[in-house]
């Protein structure tokens, strides 16, 4: 469920740099008993379960602000 909220969230969002916080907001809500790490393991399930290299895409890490899904063309 969550992973495919967070896909959700960056299929829209194509190319835009989204903060950690935007991201945990976005897919767990207002909810402080979420850490940061339980975004990390989503986003590496994510990259798994999507194959985004083998699709042209993939989720680019932005140390110590977010992630961006973008097109490897």
Known sequence: QRQFELAV???RNIGRLLSR???LEAVWGLN???QTRTLDIHI???RSLLQLADN???IQSVYAHGYRLETLA
Do not use: I
């Open 56 to 58: 042209g895409w993939r």
């Open 9 to 11: 969230v960056l299929f």
């Open 21 to 23: 916080q935007y991201l």
């Open 32 to 34: 402080d008993a979420v």
């Open 44 to 46: 590496s399930q994510l």
